[in-house]
């Protein structure tokens, strides 16, 4: 993704109105947003033999791997009914406030999008046990009331008194029935999620406004954006009015206002809500919204991002927009903050088609999920980004991070960004080795690509009769001189400036063929507010050094508790300080870089492929 000038984002066009949000009053006829681009459902494209292929295969065994009994014991215990699992530990042990959100809701969405995107039957039946327990549990309960907690926190939320965040759990498993019913087609499920929201409602009844936007101070995760789901589905605009409850003018009406407010939030509390935003514009139709969540969406990739593409020190906004300098550390990039960042951008991608927002997400898509799994299955919290640190993962029975389960549905669902549709027309905006069916078309597109390795991809089409459309192909904004189109071999003179997307239409014959060529250059990203340091990228992915696999125990490899920080941390190391200008392509390396450093000469890979060794991400300059 290039740099955007911030400067120029915020001057243009008019200032969006800073009316406070509506204190809930009536409800709203669903109107939803017409003319968007639409991504094909996940049930349409199928990954094919490849780095993503491979991942999305481990991540399923190790969803397999988990026992539905133990997953549904906390559940059990609160509903008063006969459990003898073993417990499960770390987030999710008996003890902790947060129990349920991995087992009872991330789990759910994870089994849904694997049966959706890969057709894993083990893993949808796996869901529907889950989805069968659960709903016994609410059964005995009575008034809709689901969780692996007790209603006793939520008594103390609203006593303002300390409690973790009961919502935030909440919102995961409402989440995760939803997919079930939507992805998985267990209609039970969406009866559960119904009861769950009718339960919320009644839940604020007596509550006034300031109690309300007190309690809305703790964390509670995308219950806006799961009720304003639920409305759509349902078409009924009560849970609309649920999902204004858990709006916050103090968080909102600054954004609407064009200003950056940000720091000193936690980052995950609070994207999260921006993508309810956004689903609540495409659903209402309310412009405001829109206006809310472009404007925050170019504020963090543009003044508070990382090279990597995604945000934070220890989870908050700690700096001044533009200024990153030294907040380089262990605790950066909670891998939460990128998934729901590529949420929103899939959803912001889709009102205007600009293709910077894809540009954002291919870069997240590579540098902060591709890598952050290890061959078990588990998956990283934290993304360090000072010298010296490594990759660090949850234990399979005993973390439960919310980044575990953020990542066990990223994994799940890495084919649902891939191609997007207006009309008849198709856009092919992440280069991934896949298969697209479009039934009532009569078309199967498939894509055969090592990209990024491959500075290419090819794309053919089995057509049961000839048909004209368009093929819109994305043109990052990375690229390194002209990208090359050609068709059954022949370059077309069609050119698209880096950062947009150029159509290609014809009457299109079954086994033809379109390739494009996106050549690739090493290049440099200052640290915002730090010339002196900088981040090497080739193409979408970003570079980093190898130095080495010394000395790391293992467990400070995989984090068998709840903590997300290994015991004893030591300190980082200085960053690598390059000489001369660049790193530079090495003929005969097996990742094709090295850099001289005062050091000596350093190996350096794409961050996708760092492993077990220490590396760095940023260089002296």
């Known amino acids: 993704m290039r740099h955007w000038s911030r400067r120029d984002f915020l001057q243009a066009g008019a200032a969006a109105c800073a009316l406070p949000l509506r204190q809930l009053a009536t409800a709203e006829p669903l109107a939803p947003v017409s ?16 780095i993503f292929e491979r991942q999305q295969e481990i991540n399923a065994r190790y969803l397999d791997s988990l026992n539905v009994d133990r997953m549904l014991h906390c559940f059990r215990l609160t509903a008063a009914l006969p459990t003898s699992a073993e417990p499960l530990g770390g987030w999710e ?42 709903a016994q549990c609410q059964k005995k309960h009575g008034n809709g009331y689901l969780s692996a907690f007790p ?17 935030y759990t909440w919102h995961k498993i409402m989440a995760g029935l939803l997919d079930m019913y939507l992805l998985a087609g267990n209609t039970d499920a969406l009866q559960v999620a119904e009861g769950m929201a009718q339960w919320v409602s009644q839940y604020f009844v007596g509550i006034g406004e300031d109690q309300r936007q007190t309690m809305l101070r703790t964390e509670y995760g995308g219950m806006n954006e799961v009720l304003v789901n639920l409305a759509a589905t349902t078409g009924k605009s009560r849970y609309l009015e649920t999902a204004h409850l858990f709006e916050q003018p103090s968080f909102l009406n600054p954004l609407a206002a064009r200003r950056d407010a940000l720091q000193g939030l936690h980052a995950n509390t609070n994207v999260p809500k921006i993508i309810g935003a956004a689903r609540m514009y495409e659903v209402t139709g309310e412009r405001r919204y829109r206006e809310i969540a472009e404007y925050f969406l170019e504020e963090v990739l543009t003044a508070r991002s990382y090279a990597i593409g995604n945000t934070s020190l220890d989870e908050h906004w700690k700096s001044p927009a533009e200024d990153l300098k030294g907040t380089l550390g262990w605790t950066n990039a909670e891998c939460c903050v990128a998934y729901n960042l590529m949420k929103l951008e899939r959803l912001v991608y889709g009102w205007s088609g600009d293709a910077r927002w894809m540009d954002a997400y291919e870069r997240s898509l590579f540098n902060c999920r591709l890598g952050t799994q290890n061959a078990a299955g588990l998956k990283q919290y934290f993304f360090p980004l000072a010298a010296g640190y490594w990759r660090a993962y949850n234990s399979a029975e005993h973390s439960f991070w919310c980044c575990t ?19 008849d027309a198709i856009v092919v905006n992440q280069y991934l080795s896949s298969t697209l069916t479009w039934k009532e078309a009569g078309l199967r597109l498939t894509q055969r690509t090592g990209f990024p390795e491959e500075q290419g991809t090819t794309l053919t089409l089995h057509l049961e009769q000839p048909s004209e459309r368009t093929i819109h192909l994305r043109i990052p904004g990375w690229v390194a001189g002209r990208a090359e189109i050609r068709v059954n071999g022949r370059l077309l003179e069609a050119t698209a400036d880096p950062g947009s997307h150029v159509a290609v239409r014809r009457r299109w014959q079954d086994g033809d063929t379109l390739t494009l060529a996106l050549p690739m250059a090493v ?9 002196s340091v900088a981040a090497f990228l080739h193409g979408p992915t970003v570079l980093a050094a190898d130095l080495g696999d010394a000395a790391v125990p293992e467990p400070m490899r995989v984090i068998d508790s709840g903590a997300t920080v290994p015991a004893k ?3 980082a190391m200085p960053l690598p300080e390059l000489k001369g200008a660049s790193v530079e392509a090495a003929a005969g ?11 000596g000469t350093v190996a350096v890979l794409p961050l996708y492929k760092v492993a077990a060794q ?6 002296k300059v």
Not at 523 to 531: I, P, Q, T
């Open 589 to 599: 390396s097996a990742d094709g870089f090295r850099a001289q450093t005062s050091q």
């Open 35 to 50: 003319g968007l681009l639409e991504p094909f459902p996940l049930h349409a494209v199928r990954l094919e033999t490849g």
């Open 405 to 423: 389960g953020t990542g066990a549905e990223e994994f799940a669902k890495f084919a649902d960004t891939i191609y997007f549709r207006r009309g």
């Open 569 to 571: 941390l030591p300190a």
């Open 523 to 531: 290049r440099r990203e200052v640290l915002a507010g730090d010339g």
């Open 151 to 167: 209603p006793e926190l939520f008594a103390r939320l609203a006593a303002d008194k300390p409690v973790w965040a009961p919502f």
């Open 93 to 134: 042990a008996p003890s902790v406030e947060l129990r349920g959100h991995f087992t009872g809701g991330h789990m759910l969405s994870a089994c849904a999008l694997a049966w959706a995107g890969a057709g894993n039957a083990v893993l949808r039946d796996k869901g529907n046990a889950l989805v069968d327990g659960l």
């Open 614 to 619: 220490r590396y760095s991400v940023y260089w």
